[in-house]
């Protein structure tokens, strides 16, 4: 249209009235696509607001999160791990994790085919022990604190998880999550507990006794419960076992042996992870064929109470000889208060004339053995204690006074000792559910609607012999996002941490307990999304664990159901995207604007030559 009319204007110039009305047209259009410009520019603004500063989910953050709200970047998570946000820094540590290991952190995903075999990390418990989970707690110095792991397959709803994956050489392959800061590795924390170092020394002065030193070693939690020495022959026969109960790292115990020859000791150490042996657990020592003397045991021997009989054995081999048998009684101060005249004899056991000691207490006998190569006694087996007590005492522990509060039998087995090891209690704990609502079927067999009622029935069993005292609590967070609690069974419920606490119960042997609350669920269920850091949250599953999980399914809406099927298929897009598309758009609208002021600006050119004769 502009360029039939400027191109027939000087053949005809009555055309010039067009002109004039095609520039009002391109002044009006001019001034349209302005306010264009100016909206899509308004537009964009809006749109990078949402690119930078993209909303989060309605429920993005959960307790169980190392950082509540995740992590932006690799240096925002070594903020945290510096200023050691929840402790994260002492589990790294207690791991053998390093902070140039943390350092040295890239950035990646985890598809789903990368998801079995791996271990997902939080700071509450999420799931029982039957799941898979377990709790691991540490010490740096600041108290106990514990942390939970399980498969991460239990909880891998929605792969590729964006990630910062490092490696540490003391415990492997490791990564954070960034949506909630969590640890996930490849393998546990393990207990380990080994035997590390057996050493035989001879005891001086003696050619017949000797020191054996054990050294263990445990890790990650392990429990060291005792050390067993076996000796053995030159033939292989066992002739003698040691047990010593002792958790620490060291152990010693001292051995005699008068038989001459060559001898093995194996060390094998009890703990927590089994009975641990190593080759380095393996001595050999000699008994030398000389002559030998020794004191090599004093027994005394009360009766009626307060008639004391001692007698005592030594023995002589290779040349030597036994002269006489001394035996000195000391009070618990250590004062001597009586030493018997010497009984002459060589023989290998002797016993003295009986005394009597009418003062209750605590005594010690040495017992002295005069030999040809000089006196022998011998602290461990010639330096015995006993006592003298009153006439009656406890029938189910002799060294307790027969009116003492701690005698008394094993509830369980009246044969044994309160406090014996054996008389312990086992707690075990089960839980069932009903949905009352439709028909009293196990709940977890049906899908739970809109204003069911169900019952939940928590039960502990002791199957140990002694009592125990029993707190039971219920746990009800995931179950009260879908239903409310009509019926606390007696409990006392915490707002707060949304869980039921019954008052302490002493727990018989073979007696149950058991406590019955009843939920029911919302008339409306709420279409709240699903969680984004705890998976479980909103999931359209009710899930609550008292020993073992009861999982009930939920009917959500069908437009939560919809929604997130249809935003899991939207293509995801990110600010690339979004730019470009802003950009283009910015393109096309001030091509138009532009080309609206230049159409203008030739028809003011022409109108003004026109004017002045030019054309």
Not at 18 to 38: C, D, N
Request: net charge positive; proline share 6%; hydrophobic share 35%.
């Amino acid at each position: 249209m502009f360029r039939r009319i400027v191109s027939n204007l000087n053949l005809s110039p009555a055309l010039v009235g067009q002109l004039g009305f095609y520039a009002k047209r391109l002044r009006k259009e001019e001034s349209t696509r302005r306010i264009g410009l100016i909206f899509t520019a308004l537009a964009l603004v809006v749109q990078s607001l949402a690119v930078f500063s993209p909303p989060e989910a309605a429920n993005a953050a959960s307790p169980a999160d190392f950082i509540s709200g995740g992590v932006s970047s690799k240096q925002d998570f070594i903020n945290h791990y510096n200023n050691n946000t929840n402790r994260i820094k002492g589990l790294f540590t207690s791991l053998g994790i390093t902070s140039q290991e943390v350092d040295g952190m890239t950035r990646q995903t985890i598809t789903a085919g990368e998801v079995p075999g791996k271990y997902n990390w939080s700071r509450t418990s999420l799931y029982s022990a039957a799941q898979g989970q377990r709790s691991y707690t540490f010490n740096n110095g600041a108290g106990n604190v514990t942390f939970y792991y399980r498969p991460l397959s239990l909880t891998a709803n929605d792969p590729p998880y964006d990630v910062l994956v490092g490696h540490s050489a003391a415990f492997g392959w490791f990564a954070i999550k960034m949506d909630c800061g969590n640890l996930i590795t490849k393998t546990p924390p393990v207990p380990e507990a080994d035997c590390v170092n057996l050493n035989v020394a001879p005891v001086p002065m003696s050619s017949t006794r000797f020191i054996f030193t054990g050294k263990a070693s445990k890790q990650e939690g392990a429990q060291i419960y005792s050390y067993i020495y076996r000796v053995r022959n030159a033939s292989n026969t066992l002739v003698a076992e040691i047990p010593h109960k002792n958790s620490s790292t060291l152990d010693q115990v001292e051995y005699n042996q008068a038989t001459p020859g060559k001898y093995t000791v194996r060390l094998a150490v009890k703990a927590s992870t089994g009975v641990e042996r190593d080759s380095n657990c393996v001595e050999s020592f000699t008994v030398a064929a000389s002559p030998i003397a020794e004191c090599k045991n004093v027994v005394p021997i009360i009766q009626n109470r307060t008639i004391v009989s001692l007698s005592g054995s030594a023995t002589a081999q290779n040349g030597a000889t036994i002269k006489s048998y001394t035996f000195t009684v000391k009070d618990s101060t250590g004062k001597v208060i009586k030493t018997l005249p010497p009984v002459v004899s060589s023989a290998q056991a002797v016993t003295a004339p009986s005394f009597t000691l009418d003062k209750p207490g605590n005594y010690t006998v040495t017992l002295t053995v005069a030999t040809s190569l000089g006196p022998k006694t011998n602290t461990t087996t010639c330096v015995k204690p006993f006592s003298i007590t009153k006439p009656q005492v406890c029938q189910y522990n002799p060294s307790l006074p027969v009116n003492s509060p701690d005698c008394q039998p094993c509830p369980g087995n009246p044969t044994i000792w309160v406090k014996d090891e054996k008389c312990a209690a086992e707690i075990l704990s089960t839980k069932s559910g009903i949905n009352m609502t439709q028909g009293n079927v196990i709940a977890s067999s049906v899908i739970a609607k809109a204003s069911d009622k169900i019952s939940y029935t928590l039960t502990v069993e002791n199957k140990g012999l002694a009592s125990k005292p029993v707190v039971m609590t219920e746990n009800l967070t995931d179950v009260l996002e879908y239903a409310t609690l009509i019926d606390q069974g007696g409990g006392q419920y915490d707002n707060q941490t949304k869980t039921l606490t019954w008052p302490s119960v002493n727990l018989e042997p073979g007696k149950k307990q058991s406590r019955t609350i009843a939920v029911q669920l919302f008339s409306s269920i709420p279409a709240t999304n699903t969680g984004k850091s705890d998976e479980d949250s909103y999931d359209c599953k009710m899930v609550n664990t008292f020993g073992n999980s009861i999982n009930v399914g939920v009917e959500c809406p069908p437009e939560k159901v919809v929604v997130e099927q249809v935003v899991g298929e939207l293509p995801k897009t990110g600010p690339t995207e979004n730019m470009m598309f802003a950009s283009l758009l910015l393109a096309v609208v001030v091509y138009f604007y532009a080309r609206s002021r230049q159409l203008g600006k030739e028809v003011r050119l022409i109108r003004r030559n026109l004017n002045t004769g030019t054309i």
